[in-house]
């Protein structure tokens, strides 16, 4: 049974630092595309950060410079570090497995965590 | 960028109705259509990939239909378990992967 399990999400300060983990089972994580999908309270979905199982990276235009996704294959987790956050990242995190092994990230979700809140709040 | 947007933004339905959901990319995306259902305080899940290739597991009386630029997503019949919100999104560029704002769809 795939899972994904997200943590280390809580309440910041704008201007701080959070990382957020994701741990991965029942399939090789190796071999797939992960990504990050975050949603505001009571909005849609937004798509972060993707890295792909050959580690090439993307960010969204609104966190690039700041997030820094990252996977450890060995660990089957990945990563997302926050920094400079500001009240506009206050969203559920998602962790997200991409459909395609092997391959390019595709973009399509198959697997969804159960999200990690993540507050940025004075 | 591409831009999705759906409409209606929301509709009140009752069980047994056909529901048509309409998504539209500000440019081609070819046939690299996605579609998702999340309910309240649930993550999304996916029902449609490549805009008419229904997911494992997903009933038949969803399906979805578009190339191009315009999409449609459909249920055929609504059952209680289908009231959520749902979501399309471009797999054709990225970055930026983008979905849409959603469609609610409630009980009338």
């Known amino acids: 049974e795939v899972q994904l399990v997200e943590s280390g999400g809580g309440l910041v300060k704008p201007g701080e630092s959070l990382r957020l983990s994701c741990a991965v089972s029942?399939?090789?994580?190796?071999?797939?595309?992960m990504t990050w999908v975050r949603q505001a309270p009571g909005k849609g979905l937004e798509w972060v950060s993707s890295?792909?199982?050959?580690?090439?990276?993307y960010y969204a235009d609104s966190v690039k410079g700041r997030f820094t996704i990252s996977r450890d294959n060995a660990k089957h987790s990945l990563y997302l570090q926050m920094s400079s956050l500001r009240a506009e990242d206050t969203a559920v995190y998602y962790c997200?497995?991409?459909?395609?092994?092997?391959?390019?990230?595709?973009?399509?979700?198959?697997?969804w965590g159960q999200g990690t809140l993540v507050t940025v709040s004075s | 960028d591409i831009q999705m947007s759906q409409s209606p933004s929301s509709l009140s339905a009752s069980v047994g109705d056909r529901v048509t959901i309409t998504c539209r990319a500000s440019?081609?995306?070819?046939?690299?259509l996605n579609w998702y259902q999340q309910k309240p305080g649930k993550a999304p899940k996916l029902l449609i990939y490549?805009?008419?290739t229904l997911q494992s597991g997903v009933p038949s009386r969803f399906s979805g239909s578009g190339s191009g630029t315009d999409f449609t997503l459909t249920i055929s019949s609504l059952q209680p378990e289908d009231f959520a919100t749902y979501y399309c999104?471009?797999?054709?560029?990225?970055?930026?992967?983008?979905f849409g704002g959603g469609t609610k769809v409630e009980i009338k």
């Open positions: 997200v497995r991409d459909e395609g092994a092997n391959t390019v990230t595709t973009g399509i979700f198959d697997y």
């Open positions: 029942g399939f090789t994580f190796s071999s797939y595309s």
């Open positions: 890295i792909s199982s050959s580690h090439y990276i």
């Open positions: 440019q081609s995306i070819s046939t690299y």
């Open positions: 490549a805009a008419s």
């Open positions: 999104q471009q797999s054709f560029s990225i970055p930026p992967l983008t």
